[in-house]
């Protein structure tokens, strides 16, 4: 890949950004650090966040559409997930959770 920029603008840009990025991050743990406390409020919303993380990252991959719907419903990815999910929800177990599912998404690979 080509740009019409040089060299020293493209580094320019890396470093501002990233400059932008550590001070955004480093604010909170800086306002945070000068409260007397995190609000219980606050502590319980924050305890849900990995799993929306996960769950932003993972999700599309599942309802990747195909070119028909039944090409989406029998792609393994989706049941993989959906095996996943259960086995989760069971065992609350995440070594299960993974092997369940890896396991579920290489069977149907190699069935389909």
Known sequence: MTTTY???AVWAVVLVV???TFAIRYSFIY???RVSGVPP?????LRYVPAAVLAALVAPSFVDPGPT???TLLDGRLLAGV???GVAWITENMFA???AGMLTLWTV???L
């Open 69 to 71: 719907v039944a090409a």
């Open 31 to 33: 306002l945070l650090d």
């Open 41 to 45: 409020r606050l502590e319980r919303a």
């Open 83 to 85: 095996v996943a999910a």
């Open 97 to 99: 959770t993974l092997v």
């Open 18 to 20: 990233g400059a932008l």
């Open 109 to 111: 690979g190699f069935v």
């Open 6 to 8: 040089g060299p020293l």
